[in-house]
């Protein structure tokens, strides 16, 4: 095998896993994301306050520790977006108590 066969199998193994790893973890999406939409209509006033502050202290320790980490940008957006998205919703839920 000459060296342009060992790079495209080298690519194509690298193209596969990096394709299962992407499938399993948008299959990990579905999943919580269909618990959200769950278990979130029965949340009381009160559940969505201890929620909303257990919530954003396991993000506060999340962020400190990855601070020494070189993440892309679109991580840190991400994180900040869907962490602002499920505030909200939770706030929203429980103004609706209220």
Request: proline share 3%; hydrophobic share 40%.
């Amino acid at each position: 095998m000459n060296n342009t066969d060992a790079l495209l199998k080298s690519l194509t193994i690298l193209v596969t896993s990096n394709g299962h790893a992407i499938s399993r973890f948008g299959a990990q999406v579905v999943v919580m994301g269909k618990f959200l939409d769950a278990t979130f209509p029965h949340l009381t006033a009160t559940q969505c306050a201890e929620i909303t502050k257990s919530f954003r202290h396991g993000i506060e320790d999340t962020m400190s520790l990855m601070d020494d980490i070189p993440l892309p940008a679109e991580y840190h957006s991400s994180l900040l977006e869907q962490t602002n998205n499920l505030l909200n919703a939770l706030d929203r839920k429980s103004k609706a108590h209220g």
